[in-house]
């Protein structure tokens, strides 16, 4: 019977520790594998275990370095303008107004809107002969030939802006149900004090949604960097690879050159520098800690 009680908790997470096992460790398992060979799909006759060459590759791989820098400057940008804009909101909709509910869902509603879909909708905006640049060029502002996407100087502006308008929701949300949780009593204490509205939100809103905004800027940062569908759909890269981030380039890799040996080498690079990123950003943070 004793037996019995000690291994019924084992036996009831074994499916989970499974499924886990089936749908995360194998696949990982597997691009570390293949980032130690030589395999290209349509070359089957010329695979081979090649150690660590794929990895020294990448020292001498120009768009490498460059997607990767694209990268950085992206999930800095974003994430950036996503926590501040989110912040803003959620401190809007948290007050209590006529319209609220109305605000609120339209405020969270670009979340539930996909990659794809908003790629397609902000396409059409920027559209240099039906979107909002040729209607501002009929009223005197800028030219009608204005293709903000084909621009160098211009595209990552354009993808920034299009990108925040459904990630900003993701830290409203968050942020507004922190809010929620504050006791209204520091709020009267801080008050009574002398403190205003400035100093209320310093000391203490802002400290008490210290865990939700890491938390938030954590994950965030994770996904814009593995953000494929709408660089892709968008610009796919362009124009001239201005674009091209690091997931971008190894699909890239993986739709032309068929080279899954060396995509796969990225992606484990892609992998150690997100998992040192972010045990460093927690360390940092001290996400977790008393307040």
Not at 199 to 212: E, G, I, M
Not at 235 to 250: D, E, I, K, R
């Amino acid at each position: 019977m004793a037996v019995r009680r000690a291994l019924t908790p084992y036996a009831l997470i074994t499916p989970t520790v499974l499924l886990l096992a089936c749908f995360l460790v194998f696949p990982v398992g597997s691009v570390v594998y293949y980032a130690l060979q030589h395999h290209v799909v349509n070359e089957p006759y010329d695979d081979a275990f090649v150690g660590l060459d794929n990895f020294r590759r990448m020292f001498g791989d120009e768009q490498f370095w460059h997607s990767l820098a694209f990268s950085a400057k992206w999930v800095c940008a974003e994430v950036a303008l996503q926590l501040l804009l989110g912040l803003v909101l959620a401190l809007i909709v948290n007050e209590t107004f006529l319209g609220r509910a109305m605000a609120r869902a339209m405020v969270f509603s670009p979340w539930a809107v996909s990659g794809v879909l908003t790629t397609s909708i902000w396409m059409l905006l920027y559209n240099p002969a039906t979107g909002v640049f040729h209607y501002l060029a009929q009223l005197g502002i800028g030219d009608a030939a204005t293709s903000v996407l084909g621009n160098p100087d211009t595209v990552f502006s354009a993808a920034v802006v299009a990108e925040l308008w459904r990630g900003v929701p993701f830290f409203a949300i968050l942020i507004l149900a922190d809010l929620q949780s504050v006791p209204k009593e520091l709020y009267e204490a801080a008050s009574m004090d002398g403190a205003g509205r400035w100093r209320s939100f310093r000391h203490v809103t802002l400290p008490h949604l210290r865990d939700a905004i890491v938390l938030a800027t954590l994950l965030r940062s994770v996904w814009e960097f593995n953000n494929v569908d709408l660089l892709y759909t968008l610009t796919n890269g362009g124009p001239a690879g201005a674009t091209t981030s690091l997931p971008l380039y190894v699909a890239q890799l993986a739709r032309k050159s068929y080279d899954f040996g060396y995509g796969s080498a990225l992606t484990t690079a892609a992998f150690v520098i997100l998992l040192f990123c972010s045990v460093l950003y927690l360390r940092l943070s001290k996400f977790g800690t008393e307040k």
